[in-house]
């Protein structure tokens, strides 16, 4: 007999009682769950009992890794997002109304400056961007009607390290909340919340879940207002996916270790790149030179993470003898995967600026973006060397 709504639906019967549980969490790839009766459902999604109805609200896959990266950040509230930029605009959605004002700093991801500049406009929101190093500049451009300074621990691609506290202290002062996107650091080299931050919000895309197979977001904060965001992200389905939840899982459970390995590669490279005449700068927080090298040892915990830039003598034509010769390093407009890649931002991240624009943020044509991964040091070396040979 075809059709029957048991045998269209496949789902076990009864949840099966096992004598023994599984390692490693299971993957619940549902959409919705089956209430007892109204009375559940409606306890259910009222709150007043823990459980699952719809996956949009809450999925048992991305409670987890929320719990896992509450725990690094030692946050009081964490929820898992479709992407690092759907927890960016979370908070946004969370925290602002028509007439507000943000100000964000001038090396922000491009999609987050667009999102504030372009898309939160059209809801009357106003925004200045500012220089996030420079203090007195941020605190100037807190007036009465800012609600969030939304900074990066680590910008892109010069790899300048701001200073949470400090901005915590000017932000509070001036009566908004700190917005700290952690991406570049990740909570293995930086807890935002700790130094005085409101939120802290990080694309998982990236190092986090580092493997480069899903996208997601996270954010985390305090319990006071908490419901709102909570809301938002279920509102506007801002929501993750179990599946990718459950790989990202996975791979937090490396984060700490890929995260050390991946910041003493990159001192190597850094350190083997700033002697080599093909490179007019090299940018990265653990050299001497760095302007925040002292702030960084302090912030980052003594290691100084996977990014750095280096602006090849020879402008972009060097730079493209560069990338096609660096054949065994993927060209890749991302970062944090388990193996060393690199980008151009130029090309990439930061065409969407003027040629002044990236000027004025030191972006040259020869300016390339290394992601450094797990491999071993001399191999990432090797790999650079061969690139450099053609320019
Ligand atoms: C620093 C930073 N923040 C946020 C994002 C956005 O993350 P996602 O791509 O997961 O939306 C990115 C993406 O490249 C990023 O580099």
Sequence with gaps: MPDRIEDICPRPDEPRAMPTEPLCSPIYQAAVYRCADPEQADRLLGGAQEGYVYSRDRNPNSDLLAEKVRNLHGAERAVVCASGMAACAAIAAAELAAGDHVVVGDQMYGRTLVLFEKELARWGVTTTRVDACDLAAVSRAIGAKTKLVVVETITNPLVRVVDIAALA??????????????????????????????????????????????????????????????????????????????????????????????????LAAAKFLAARPECARVYYPGLP??????????????????????????????????????????????????????????????????????????????????????????AIVEALEQGLKAV
């Design 169 to 266: 202290a000017a932000a509070h002062g001036g009566g908004a909340k700190l917005v700290v996107d952690n991406t570049f650091a990740s909570p293995a080299l930086c807890r935002p919340l700790e130094l005085g931050a409101d939120y802290v919000f990080e694309s998982l895309t990236k190092i986090m879940n580092g493997h480069s197979d899903v996208l997601l977001g996270v954010v985390c904060g305090r319990a006071a207002g908490w419901e709102r965001v909570a809301s938002v992200v279920a509102t506007y389905g801002f929501s993750a996916a179990p599946f990718d939840s459950w790989l990202a899982a996975r791979g937090i459970g490396t984060l700490a270790l890929r995260a050390e390995r991946a910041s003493a590669n990159a």
């Design 289 to 378: 030179e760095h302007p925040d090298r002292a702030l960084a040892a302090k912030q980052l915990g003594g290691r100084f993470g996977s990014m750095l830039s280096f602006t090849l003598a020879g402008g972009r034509a060097a730079a493209e003898r560069f990338i096609g010769a660096a054949e065994r390093i993927p060209f890749c407009p991302s970062l944090g995967d388990l193996s060393t890649t690199l980008s151009h931002p130029e090309s990439t991240s930061h065409r969407g600026l003027t040629p002044a624009e990236r000027a004025a943020l030191g972006i040259e044509g020869g300016t390339i973006r290394l992601s450094v991964g797990i491999e071993s040091a001399e």
